[in-house]
């Protein structure tokens, strides 16, 4: 069983950072895909970025530039790092798994990030 627990989230002024944390418990593989997702208030759930065994990186339009993700597959964790917040990244960040080997995709519980003055 996979267990994915995030951190990181809270509030921070408009241009501000945050380092979103997902941390894997149970059996992964370095070949997984790990990704970030959100869902803001009234609307659907959207992917905000990928990363691949082999680097490969996706983002949204709306964060190229500002979000970088990245993995670190000795700890089993990812991260989302996020810079000049906007009030639009106001949302649940949720992290992702997919496993390489099938048989679902994991969620973590999510975290609450707020970008207000």
């Not at 149970?26 to 009234?42: C, E, H, K, N, V």
């Not at 906007?86 to 609450?112: F, H, I, R, S």
Request: charged share 15%; with cysteine.
């Amino acid at each position: 069983q996979v267990e994915l627990v995030e951190s990181g989230g809270g509030l921070v002024q408009p241009g501000g950072s945050l380092r979103l944390s997902c941390a894997a418990s149970g059996s992964i593989f370095s070949l997984d895909t790990m990704g970030w997702y959100r869902q803001a208030p009234g609307k659907q759930r959207e992917m905000v970025a990928t990363i691949t065994s082999g680097g490969r990186r996706n983002y949204i339009d709306s964060v190229k530039g500002r979000f970088t993700v990245s993995r670190d597959n000795a700890k089993k964790s990812w991260y989302l790092q996020m810079n000049s917040l906007k009030p639009e990244d106001t949302a649940v960040y949720y992290c992702n798994l997919v496993p390489v080997l099938g048989g679902g995709v994991y969620w973590g519980q999510g975290t609450q990030v707020t970008v207000s003055s």
